[in-house]
């Protein structure tokens, strides 16, 4: 099946401190990535929607120019939270998505997950 | 616009029992419609999708979910559960069909009692 890694899984940074997440597509390409975040005990929230050389989506409320995208390849996207603070505390998960043959039928891959804490 | 309500954040059940997880979409077109299962601190696993064609859908574990269009329902069912069943249920619906973002119901919590 298609399989989505991310990296890292945990980070603990210091507030101010920018942190880099991958989200990589092991073994398809993918036109389109998504990352959400989850608190606690909450639904996943989509944040941005990254297609591949091109700039990425973001959804109403999410600051642009703190949550970087770039979507450098099929097969790779990066979040990048800029000067993070505790608030940014989440766990954010990416996916990556499969486009059907006549591209009308497509599903998303998650990835695993990556815990952020800020301090 | 597109919107799920997942009805009851928890779901307890007895090993063996029934597994009723109930999900209703609004969709102004016609939507593709997803389940997923997250065990702690994990990514999400696609259980099964409805796109078109038959209306009961089969998914992985034992799972299976029928779209109802006239109820706007695709409530996700399991004849026996097992203890591994234990996780948080997410219902999805897509139906932006540019992008086909999802959008999530608040997910339900299904505890499997011995």
């Known amino acids: 099946g298609a399989v989505v890694s991310q990296h890292p899984s945990r980070v603990i940074c210091k507030s101010g401190t920018s942190v880099k997440i991958e989200c990589r597509s092991l073994?398809?390409?993918?036109?389109?990535m998504f990352w959400y975040r989850q608190f606690p005990k909450q639904s996943l929230m989509l944040m941005a929607t990254s297609n591949e050389g091109s700039k990425a989506t973001y959804e109403q409320g999410v600051e642009k120019d703190k949550f970087l995208i770039n979507h450098a390849s099929l097969t790779l996207s990066t979040l990048t939270v800029t000067s993070a603070h505790p608030e940014d505390s989440s766990f954010y998960i990416c996916?990556?998505?499969?486009?059907?043959?006549?591209?009308?039928?497509?599903?998303?891959?998650f990835g695993p997950g990556t815990r952020l804490t800020v301090l | 616009a597109q919107s799920v309500t997942q009805l009851g954040s928890h779901v307890s059940v007895s090993e063996g029992a029934l597994v009723l997880l109930r999900c209703n979409y609004s969709s102004s077109v016609p939507p593709y419609l997803f389940w997923y299962v997250q065990y702690p601190n994990q990514g999400l696993q696609l259980l099964l999708k409805y796109t078109t064609g038959a209306t009961l859908v089969k998914g992985i574990n034992g799972f299976e979910a029928e779209f109802k269009k006239s109820e706007t329902s695709f409530h996700l069912t399991k004849p026996s559960a097992h203890m591994s069943d234990a996780a948080e249920y997410f219902c999805?619906?897509?139906?932006?069909?540019?992008?086909?973002?999802?959008?999530f119901g608040s997910g339900t919590r299904l505890q499997v009692q011995p």
């Open positions: 073994d398809f390409q993918a036109t389109t």
């Open positions: 996916s990556a998505r499969v486009s059907g043959a006549g591209g009308y039928w497509d599903t998303q891959y």
């Open positions: 999805a619906v897509s139906a932006d069909t540019g992008r086909r973002a999802l959008t």
